[in-house]
Nanobody, 126 residues
Framework: QVQLVESGGGLVQAGDSLRLSCAASERIVSSYVMGWFRQAPGKEREFVAAINWSGGRTYYAESMKGRFTISRGYAKNTVLMQMNTLKPEDTAVYYC???????????????????WGQGTQVTVSA
């Protein structure tokens, strides 16, 4: 059972940056995919970004490209997400997720992820 703990959220102003971190309780197997999702009040959870742990290939929701960057952290079993030029519409709870190997090629599918963190709140004021 992999436990995921997010950190780095907070209250910032529009245009600011934040870096979220997700620490896994055990070694992230090279075949895993690590993802970030977010859920705004009254909205469904949506895909933000994912990284294939073995090769480091990254995937982004179209609206996040160019502003958000997912990467493996320097600390073991850590995945980061750098968020730049934040907008009020980025306000949400951000969740880290881990996916064991499966047959789904679409990394944006929420139901294909096996482990989830508790989330960290990001609030962007205008």
């Amino acid at each position: 059972q992999v436990q995921l703990v997010e950190s780095g959220g907070g209250l910032v102003q529009a245009g600011d940056s934040l870096r979220l971190s997700c620490a896994a309780s055990e070694r992230i197997v090279s075949s895993y995919v690590m993802g970030w999702f977010r859920q705004a009040p009254g909205k469904e959870r949506e895909f933000v970004a994912a990284i294939n742990w073995s090769g480091g290939r990254t995937y982004y929701a179209e609206s996040m490209k160019g502003r958000f960057t997912i990467s493996r952290g320097y600390a073991k079993n850590t995945v980061l997400m750098q968020m730049n030029t934040l907008k009020p519409e980025d306000t949400a709870v951000y969740y880290c997720a881990a996916r064991a190997p499966n047959s789904y090629s679409d990394y944006a599918l929420i139901g294909t992820y096996d482990y989830w963190g508790q989330g960290t709140q990001v609030t962007v004021s205008a």
